[in-house]
C-alpha cells in the first residue's frame, strides 16, 4: 500500500509540473505574440513617419514656391504702382 501511494504521490507531482511546464510555454507564446505585434507597431509607425517626412518636404517646397511667387507679385505690384504714379504725375 506504501508504493501506491508513494506512486499516487509522484504522478500528483508530476501533473503539477505539467501544468506548470504547459503554463510557462503558454506564457512564452503569449509575450512571443505580444513581441510580433509591437514589431508590427513599430514598422507601421516608421512606415507613417516616412509617409510624413515625405508630405512634410513637398508642402516646405510648395510653401518656398509660394514665396518666391509673393515676392516677384510684389514686385509687378510695386512697378504698376510707380508706373501709375508717374502717368499720374504728368
Request: proline share 0%; hydrophobic share 40%.
Amino acid at each position: 500500500m506504501s508504493g501506491d501511494n508513494t506512486l499516487k504521490e509522484v504522478i500528483g507531482r508530476l501533473d503539477k509540473a505539467m501544468s506548470s511546464l504547459e503554463d510557462a510555454v503558454d506564457a512564452r507564446l503569449e509575450r512571443d505574440r505580444e513581441f510580433v505585434d509591437s514589431d508590427a507597431e513599430v514598422q507601421r509607425m516608421n512606415a507613417d513617419r516616412a509617409r510624413l517626412a515625405q508630405e512634410i518636404d513637398k508642402s516646405e517646397a510648395r510653401a518656398q514656391r509660394l514665396e518666391e511667387v509673393n515676392r516677384e507679385v510684389s514686385r509687378r505690384l510695386v512697378t504698376a504702382m510707380e508706373t501709375i504714379r508717374a502717368v499720374l504725375d504728368r
